[in-house]
């Protein structure tokens, strides 16, 4: 990720919270031009406060930034706190305190640990690096994967850099910034230029965000330009402002969404695009307000496509405001399938068909459509609303309301147990929980962990799940507990969507061995969880013959026999193999394979009872409804249907050549669902489609 020129970040854990990073430091070698947007809501945090009275301004250098003390509500002493703290930074990076701010994050009500901050300064001075992860992971509360994201622009002939790190879970409302944001750019451009273009990005971004319709104390969006391009300084609009502008408001819509795919308890992002109203302010104001309904949110969660629920939150919308709109002539589309059109065009709970006589008396008798919830299942849902009252639009973004956000914000003050010093340590015992709840929490993972130890599955990443960080992060860790438990992973991978299968062959085993394996094992290692690469070149490891089909242009090879002794060597000492689909011939070259194909011949030489496709869709479907189990049989008869796209039917025949040849269960779930490997193995419920001998 290209960092804006100048500026340097770290992260640390200091003591406020029990154990994770929570001090975070951006520096700029060059004074900064600074500009923010900050929350509305009347019981402001100290930071934003000292910041609101700061900014917009120039010749700041750093940013302080706190997480799990959200220095909110405390009154004068808490203003102190603030200007303690940045007279305190400026010292130990040699600046003036005027140079430096300071934006805070957590538990409201409790006054900074400001000993333990002061006492961390040093260190994190001395971990300053143009790396933004550490910082990005130290301003997370109840985030469970940091977010960052970058941009480019031409200014003056020249690439300037956009570099932003950003957090948001919970108490996020759809009104200026809804969460701490953090924007580095080394374009030079004035106060007033920067302050009104970050005042325009809110528009289409933040502005139309929500999570929980709760708004923080804290909200800030923070930009600081330190002119490192060398460009003359932007200061009235042209061109280049434009352009800068327009990227300012990208980054910040990316972030946006993240936030709310993040949503605290979330399992899906939602979003809402409203058209044909009579303003953009309006159709903003009812993108947000259906992204935000309690019931949509839980519809959402619950794959059930109630279009009375958004319907029902447009009118409650416009009727409040006096809105030039009538709902029920409306169009609403919920992914991809019309649901309503200026009258029911469907019953969701009734099967697809003719006319079907609906007894629930709830309305006109419509037929069902049996692939709507399946396609509701998936990680993002598209809500699209025509209100056909004007020719202006607009989109919101949320997300779906599970369990899961109860249990998050019933815990997080009960189970966070302040110090005398501000910072909080967390009481997570499981006599916080009725005896009901714990007994089934242990008896469940004891059955799974006795039912899997020792058990070897292998593991089939396809280019979705490679494609993102935050699903590569959870893959990793998913493996990690698969090895806590007493399994025995074995992964196969095929190229990430940044290596380009189009290449000659020497490329793409280049991006297979040296790209693609290599940083999947340093991930592993990161994590604690001993890994390895292997190829077919490493002892010959996979050797192979030229496919059939194969051409001189582009090279393909198969699998003829796997260098078990090599493999079990490996498993022996503990190491997770990370197996790149290379092939090694008999003339001493090698060849790309294809890797569903090694992964299934691997699940057979290793003796795994399992075998794990993870795909870029829900699983096996028919008619876009997801067929949870399949015999060998059944899953034949499809594939030679031609029910399945190429892709799919190429894994059916893999899973079934795999388990006609003693592996127990081939799996094929979503890669794009988070800790969608745990979901799997480890509740009842599982996901995607599971294939049996049959």
């Not at 790190?165 to 701490?180: D, E, H, N, R, V």
């Not at 104001?285 to 019931?295: C, E, K, M, N, P």
């Not at 496919?547 to 242009?553: E, I, M, W």
């Amino acid at each position: 990720m290209p960092i804006a020129r100048g500026f340097t970040f770290s992260g640390l854990h200091s003591g406020i919270k029990p154990f994770k990073k929570d001090l975070a430091l951006i520096v700029s070698e060059r004074p900064c031009t600074a500009a923010a947007v900050l929350t509305v809501n009347a019981a402001k945090a100290a930071p934003i406060v000292d910041c609101e009275r700061r900014l917009p301004a120039t010749g700041v250098r750093a940013v302080l930034i706190n997480s799990g003390n959200a220095n909110a509500l405390t009154g004068p002493e808490g203003l102190a706190d603030v200007s303690e703290l940045c007279a305190a930074a400026g010292k130990a990076l040699e600046l003036d305190a005027a140079a430096v701010l300071m934006a805070s994050t957590g538990v409201i009500g409790q006054r900074l640990p400001k000993q333990k901050i002061i006492d961390a300064l040093p260190r994190l001075k001395g971990q300053l690096k143009a790396a933004v992860e550490t910082a990005a992971e130290a301003i997370l509360t109840t985030d469970t994967h940091i977010k960052v994201a970058s941009r480019t622009v031409r200014v003056a002939r020249k690439e300037g850099r956009l570099t932003a790190i950003c957090k948001g879970s919970g108490m996020i409302a759809p009104q200026l910034a809804s969460t701490l944001a953090f924007i580095c750019t080394d374009v030079a451009i004035a106060p007033a230029a920067l302050q009104r273009a970050l005042t325009a990005a809110m528009d289409g971004s933040f502005n139309n965000l929500t999570v929980d319709n709760d708004m923080s104390t804290n909200d800030m969006v923070l930009v600081l330009a330190n002119g490192a391009l060398g460009n003359p300084e932007l200061v009235e609009g042209g061109p280049e402002l434009d352009a800068f502008a327009a990227q300012l408001q990208s980054i910040c819509a990316e972030l946006a969404k993240e936030v709310a795919r993040d949503g605290e308890g979330a399992t899906k992002l939602l979003e809402v695009r409203v058209t044909g109203a009579p303003s953009r302010a309006i159709a903003t104001d009812l993108a947000r307000s259906v992204a935000g309904s309690t019931l949509v949110k839980a519809a959402i969660f619950g794959a059930d496509p109630n279009w009375g629920r958004i319907l029902a939150t447009v009118g409650a919308r416009c009727g409040s405001q006096k809105f030039p709109v009538d709902p029920s002539a409306a169009k609403v589309v919920v992914q991809g399938i019309c649901v309503y059109d200026a009258r029911p065009v469907f019953d969701p709970r009734l099967p697809p068909g003719p006319m079907v006589a609906n007894d629930a008396n709830e309305g006109p008798s419509v037929p069902g459509h049996k692939g709507l919830r399946a396609r509701m299942r998936a990680p993002e849902v598209l809500i699209e609303v025509d209100l056909r009252s004007g020719s202006d639009a607009s989109v919101g973004w949320g997300c779906d309301l599970s369990y899961d956000y109860v249990k998050i914000n019933a815990d997080y003050t009960s189970l966070l147990v302040p110090t005398a010093d501000g910072s909080v340590a967390k009481d997570d015992r499981l006599t916080n929980y009725s005896p009901k709840f714990k007994v089934n929490l242990v008896t469940e993972a004891l059955t799974y962990i006795s039912r899997f130890a020792d058990k070897r599955v292998v593991l089939k990443l396809g280019r979705q799940a490679m494609g993102k960080d935050s699903l590569r992060a959870s893959i990793v860790q998913d493996v990690s507990l698969l090895r806590a438990v007493g399994m025995v992973p074995i992964i196969v991978h095929g190229e990430s969507p940044e290596g380009s299968s189009k290449g000659d062959t020497r490329s793409r085993e280049m991006v297979l061995n040296g790209q693609t394996n290599t940083e999947l094992v340093t991930l592993l290692n990161r994590s604690g969880t001993q890994a390895i690469g292997l190829s077919g070149m490493d002892a010959s490891f996979l050797k192979s013959v030229l496919a059939k089909d194969s051409s001189v242009d582009a090279p393909r090879g198969e699998v003829t026999s796997i260098n078990t002794e090599l493999l079990e060597l490996f498993l022996q000492r503990n190491y997770v193999p990370v197996v790149s689909p290379v092939g090694f011939l008999d003339d001493g070259t090698t060849v790309p394979l294809e890797p569903d194909q090694v992964a299934s011949e691997l699940a057979v030489a290793a003796k795994a009872t399992k075998l794990v496709y993870l795909v870029g869709v829900p699983g096996f479907t028919e008619d876009d409804v997801l067929l949870n189990q399949l015999t060998t049989t059944l899953l034949a008869a499809k594939i030679a249907a031609n029910t399945f796209k190429p892709n799919l039917a190429r894994k059916g025949r893999f899973a079934i050549a795999a388990l006609e040849r003693g592996v127990e269960r081939v799996h094929v779930i979503d890669s794009r669902t988070p800790h969608s490997i745990i979901a799997e193995f480890f509740t009842e419920q599982g996901i995607g489609s599971l294939v049996t001998l049959g």
